[in-house]
């Protein structure tokens, strides 16, 4: 069945069952392999995108559910002024190791800073502990959050 879907500003027709995961036509069908697969169960945060702004987890919303809803991956994320800023402070901190994790991580951060400019480490720790890093660079992702807020990175600020 053909569904419609409104990607990083750009409408997609898709002729695929309504409950396949989104992740999957995200990487297979669409060609955005930016969005990675993890662990399938929405435990990892490796597939995180935004659907109307939100973050959640591809790998378990279907393809009907998110027909009707704005879907941004980390292809496009640095079009928004939270995406961006994150970006910019994901490289000034030097955060990625291995790399795997980040896109979830940055639309997450992302996600976080459009509805929280100024988060403190509480709401830093509740909406990012879902995202796993398995190289252990939670300090940096820390800390390149409160410099996309524009909170002064300092040793005491981690």
Not at 50 to 71: E, F, K, N, Y
Request: aromatic residues 4%; charged residues 20%; glycine residues 10%.
């Amino acid at each position: 069945m053909p569904h419609t879907l409104n990607v990083n500003g750009m409408t997609h027709t898709v002729d695929v069952d309504g409950d396949i995961p989104l992740l999957w036509v995200l990487r297979d069908v669409l060609g955005l392999t930016g969005t990675k697969f993890g662990c399938g169960i929405a435990m990892c945060g490796a597939c995180t995108v935004h659907l109307d702004g939100q973050a959640v987890r591809s790998c378990v919303t279907t393809v009907a559910d998110a027909s009707s809803s704005t879907i941004t991956t980390i292809e496009a994320v640095g079009r928004t002024d939270e995406g961006a800023r994150v970006q910019r402070a994901w490289l000034a901190e030097e955060v990625v190791q291995c790399g795997y994790c980040q896109s979830g991580q940055i639309m997450a951060a992302a996600a976080l800073l459009a509805v929280n400019p100024r988060p403190s480490d509480e709401d830093i720790n509740a909406v990012m502990s879902g995202n796993i890093c398995r190289c252990g660079t939670y300090p940096r992702i820390r800390a390149a959050i409160k410099r996309a807020s524009g909170v002064i990175v300092s040793e005491e600020n981690l």
